[in-house]
């Protein structure tokens, strides 16, 4: 079974400090994983996604992720935080067996101070 | 319109009442998805639909019953609701069956639920 954990529910920088998004997966094959961000009272909106190929995936609004199978992590960075990057972020991993569906982790809510 | 779209945004209903959440995707996908996300609680998921059969139904209360009539539309019929069924309900759908993409899921704006 797959399973995901993000570290921190609650991340707080401030604005043009470094944004770090922690994201462990477990997976006993190969896994493609994927960062959603939700901004209040809104859908998830895909940030950036690997499913093969470079390790390091760029996504929307500058933030980008790279996936270490050694470390089973997927970790989410932009280098300067702004104000409207404060939101809800997820992982997810599925792959492409069996049932494909995508398994979240519990979220980790990103705060931007001024 | 494009992406995944759902309607109404907000609904309150008492427990006696029946409504129902529609969703639709434009993106020519196959399978669609509803969700539930309450508040403190991580996303979850509650019935999946391939090619319009019902393929998962994560031990979802029968109060809640779904129907897709073609791969473009999902429904969500509520009854008999409690207060404790108030969340979001999000709608997703993706191309199933397409290998190396990972099941990229696409997600609708969300139903806003409110059980008095």
């Known amino acids: 079974a797959q399973s995901v954990t993000q570290l921190g529910s609650h991340v707080s920088v401030s604005e043009g400090a470094l944004v770090l998004l922690r994201c462990n997966y477990s997976s006993s094959v190969p896994p493609y994983l994927f960062w959603y961000v939700q901004y209040p009272n809104q859908g998830l909106q895909l940030l950036l996604k690997?499913?093969?190929?470079?390790?390091l995936v760029k996504g929307i609004n500058g933030f980008e992720a790279e996936f270490k199978k050694s470390e089973t992590s997927f970790h989410l960075t932009k280098p300067s935080a702004h104000m409207s990057d404060a939101a809800e972020y997820f992982c997810?991993?599925?792959?492409?067996?069996?049932?494909?569906?995508?398994?979240f982790g519990s979220g980790t809510r990103l705060q931007v101070q001024p | 319109e494009t992406g995944v779209t759902q309607t109404p945004r907000h609904l309150v209903m008492g427990m006696t009442n029946k409504k129902s959440l529609k969703c639709e995707q434009h993106l020519g996908h196959n399978a669609m998805y509803w969700y539930k996300q309450s508040a403190k609680k991580p996303l979850e998921l509650m019935f999946v639909?391939?090619?319009?059969?019902?393929?998962e139904n994560n031990s979802v209360p029968s109060r809640f019953s779904p129907e897709c009539p073609n791969s473009s539309h999902l429904f969500l019929h509520l009854h008999t609701l409690q207060p404790e069924d108030s969340a979001l309900y999000l709608c997703?759908?993706?191309?199933?069956?397409?290998?190396?993409?990972?099941?990229?899921?696409?997600f609708g704006p969300g139903t806003r639920l409110t059980v008095l």
């Open positions: 690997y499913t093969t190929g470079a390790t």
């Open positions: 997810a991993v599925s792959d492409d067996t069996g049932r494909r569906a995508l398994t």
């Open positions: 639909y391939n090619f319009k059969e019902q393929t």
């Open positions: 997703a759908s993706s191309q199933a069956g397409a290998s190396g993409v990972g099941n990229t899921q696409y």
